[in-house]
């Protein structure tokens, strides 16, 4: 419409305000009102919108329009004077309308893009059906993640119950152990009590049964002898003395072995030294059992320990050995060291009668307990070992065949490996 009116007017050659029909400039007016109105509606809206593409279009839109309003309104200057200016004019706001058009065509491709209403709205019922099973899938979340709360409250009331529960048991395990613990230092005391009693109870009946053996010696020389029936009386007293007096040397030997060494008592001692002490104190028992008593100590030949306790260990293992011999065969006896592991040992063999340690072994070092009738014995000699050895950190092995002998192994600890050379 623009390129029309500039071609119009360069080939009428006279300004259109000229005309003598007024019909015709209040029809321009009206034309030029409605350019400017479209250009100032389209303008508006360029301004309103927020979309960079429908912008530009109705930008373009709206300066077509504005130079469309603008050619027509020169139509009311124009004159003679000024018909080449407005000639100028009319081609610059029809070169910018054309520049606006081609600008417009270049905004087609962006204008395209732009969704129609249909596509907005089929968009729309996909956005909400995407919202509405969003909604359910937040709804099964909420739903899940409630349970999840009710089980993990569940849960941690199980779990603060239990727990309450298991410190209620710690409290009343507390409170058994601090009663175990009085009731287990009232039974030591007692036990030490009862040790001491033991202890001083046979040390002093010691003195009257000597009395009692010197008495029955004076009653012996002052009555006459060879009376048979006197010497059957007097015989039969000389081992009830006898038997009361060895008594007594027990229970004072087991209370004395249940007392802690002193640590002034533990000192280097040598076996040998030892075992010639034993076997003088056993000379007549070693030489009526006709025993024959070979020892190698050469492995390990001292050991740190208290004195009257290797004494001890080696009178009672002699001791048992001399009373459960085979009368079939001379008695052999061997002791020998070695050092094993963090242990001395001490072995003490001998080819005796043996026993069934399948039937015995079980209690084998249980106080008071005889596994044999035909020879006289206490059944204190294998505690005494056990125990001396237990409250000295060691052990005690048996190995024993019944009608070929036993053999004792005694596990010292070995104090080189704390105290160096020593042992």
């Known amino acids: 419409m623009l390129l029309f009116q500039i071609s119009s007017s360069v080939n009428a050659g006279t300004p259109a305000g000229s005309g003598p029909d007024g019909?015709?400039?209040?029809?321009?007016?009206?034309?030029?009102?409605?350019?400017?109105?479209?250009?100032?509606?389209?303008?508006?809206?360029?301004?309103?919108?927020?979309?960079?593409?429908?912008?530009?279009?109705?930008?373009?839109?709206?300066?077509?329009?504005?130079?469309?309003?603008?050619?027509?309104?020169?139509?009311?200057?124009?004159?003679?004077?000024?018909?080449?200016?407005?000639?100028?004019?009319?081609?610059?706001?029809?070169?910018?309308?054309?520049?606006?058009?081609?600008?417009?065509?270049?905004?087609?491709?962006?204008?395209?893009?732009?969704?129609?209403?249909?596509?907005?709205?089929?968009?729309?019922?996909?956005?909400?059906?995407?919202?509405?099973?969003?909604?359910?899938?937040?709804?099964?979340?909420?739903?899940?993640?409630q349970e999840l709360e009710d089980r993990v409250q569940k849960r941690s009331a199980q779990a603060i119950t239990a727990n309450r529960e298991l410190e209620r048991e710690i409290e009343n395990r507390k409170r058994a152990e601090k009663q175990l613990i009085s009731k287990n230092y009232e039974l030591i005391k007692k036990n030490a009590d009862l040790d001491d009693f033991v202890y001083y109870a046979s040390r002093d009946l010691k003195g009257p049964v000597l009395n009692v053996s010197g008495l029955v010696d004076a009653i012996r020389e002052e009555l006459p002898p060879n009376n048979p029936e006197l010497t059957q009386l007097f015989t039969r007293l000389d081992d009830s003395v006898s038997s009361i007096h060895r008594k007594l040397n027990n229970l004072a030997e087991v209370s004395r072995i249940q007392k802690p060494v002193e640590e002034v008592d533990l000192k280097k001692l040598s076996f040998q030294a030892v075992l010639e002490q034993v076997q003088a104190t056993l000379a007549q028992s070693i030489r009526e059992s006709d025993a024959k008593i070979q020892a190698d100590f050469s492995a390990a030949p001292e050991v740190f320990f208290s004195r009257d306790n290797l004494y001890s260990l080696l009178r009672n293992l002699l001791s048992n050995s001399i009373k459960y011999r085979d009368p079939q065969r001379t008695l052999q006896i061997s002791l020998t060291t070695r050092l094993q592991d963090q242990y001395l040992v001490l072995e003490v063999k001998d080819n005796g009668m043996g026993m069934d340690l399948s039937q015995y072994g079980q209690h084998l070092f249980s106080l008071f307990r005889r596994f044999h009738d035909h020879v006289e014995g206490s059944g204190v000699g294998l505690y005494i070992i056990k125990r001396i050895m237990d409250n000295n950190r060691g052990k005690v092995e048996v190995q024993s065949v019944l009608g070929e002998g036993t053999t004792f192994l005694l596990y010292f600890v070995n104090h080189d490996q704390d105290t160096g050379k020593r042992v």
């Open 23 to 145: 019909l015709v400039l209040v029809g321009e007016l009206f034309v030029v009102t409605a350019y400017l109105l479209v250009a100032g509606v389209l303008f508006y809206l360029a301004l309103k919108r927020d979309d960079r593409e429908r912008r530009v279009v109705l930008a373009l839109f709206g300066t077509i329009a504005l130079m469309g309003g603008a050619v027509h309104l020169l139509e009311f200057w124009e004159t003679a004077s000024q018909g080449n200016f407005l000639l100028i004019l009319r081609l610059v706001f029809g070169v910018a309308a054309l520049i606006a058009a081609y600008l417009l065509f270049r905004a087609i491709p962006g204008l395209l893009a732009i969704p129609s209403e249909k596509q907005l709205k089929r968009t729309n019922i996909d956005l909400r059906a995407q919202i509405e099973e969003r909604e359910k899938a937040e709804a099964a979340l909420r739903e899940t993640q």
